[in-house]
């Protein structure tokens, strides 16, 4: 009776956080100044960047006697959690529920980037492999777009939307974001990578060009399709502030009310800083979760995630 030799099983891999540590001590240990001055500033950079990052925290965590102190302090002395039950305790006593609040941002959200994903991997598509009359002009365009800031364009979207009909509906939110520059930019890049001659056969084969798109880029794009949805996962409850509350009146509330604008009621209006923040924090652990949890189905699926 044969017997086969065991295959010796491969080695459970260490969690990020170890081996961007066995890399940094290996990075110190190389004789090249140069690389231990540049990982110093690094260092140093990374610390200043999360300051802050730190201060929400400390902030998100002071009671109201600590807010106007002078000389004003980073570090809480006395921290309390009084400022996450009063986002309960306010939102029991609204007229609109809380639970309003987080389906609008969450809904909105959701809608804008299925639909951003749709309308940037056909415009990428179209620029990429469609030769038409001034696609380099409208491709331009786009680009220089990505120099101009969102308040810039606030009160041309609210004309765009109150012209169309739209103002009192959750398209108000979503038809403003659709036009996602930096989405059709990456995407444009992956599509330039398919070969024409994948096309033409498929085109031969008796493909139209939504089977071309259905069958051909869109599994191609999967990745960066992933990608933009993990990053977008980060924001899905801050669908944003300025085009929102322009549109904003007594007659749309059920529709436009978010995280966004209720912060801005209930804490900038009447001086609650540290409830601001408190509300901020929530937001952001409540995106850096979803980030987590989605990149980590995204690598169990066999794609590649954002870190």
Not at 109 to 135: C, D, E, N, Y
Not at 227 to 245: K, P, Q
């Amino acid at each position: 009776m044969s017997t086969f030799p065991a295959v010796a099983k491969p080695a459970a891999q260490p969690p990020p956080l170890i081996r961007w540590g066995r890399r940094a001590a290996l990075a110190w240990r190389r004789p090249d100044s140069f690389q231990k001055t540049a990982f110093v500033f690094l260092v140093v950079l990374a610390v200043f960047m999360l300051l802050p990052i730190v201060f929400v925290f400390s902030h998100a965590f002071k009671p109201i006697n600590e807010l106007f102190l002078y000389s004003p302090r980073f570090w809480v002395m006395e921290p309390t959690a009084a400022n996450f039950k009063n986002l309960l305790l306010k939102t029991q006593s609204l007229s609109i529920p809380f639970t309003r609040y987080m389906f609008n941002s969450v809904l909105t959200t959701a809608l804008t980037v299925v639909f951003t994903i749709g309308v940037s991997s056909m415009a990428a598509f179209a620029f990429s492999k469609r030769r038409f009359p001034g696609s380099k002009l409208c491709f331009s365009i786009i680009i220089l777009s990505l120099m101009f800031a969102p308040e810039t364009v606030a009160i041309p979207r609210y004309l765009v939307i109150a012209n169309i009909g739209i103002m009192n509906t959750y398209f108000a939110h979503i038809v403003p974001l659709l036009a996602a520059p930096v989405s059709v930019f990456l995407m444009k890049q992956f599509v330039d990578q398919l070969p024409d001659e994948l096309l033409e056969a498929a085109r031969m084969d008796g493909a139209n060009r939504w089977k071309q798109m259905w069958y051909i880029t869109l599994p191609a794009l999967k990745g960066t399709i992933i990608i933009l949805f993990i990053l977008r996962l980060g924001h899905v409850m801050d669908i944003g502030f300025e085009h929102i509350y322009l549109m904003q009146n007594s007659l749309n509330l059920s529709v436009s009310d978010v995280f966004d604008t209720y912060v801005y009621r209930s804490g900038v209006l009447q001086g609650e800083f540290s409830f601001t923040t408190a509300v901020g924090l929530f937001k952001s652990l409540v995106g850096l979760v979803l980030i987590m949890l989605a990149n980590k189905l995204s690598k169990k699926a066999g794609e590649e995630g954002v870190y």
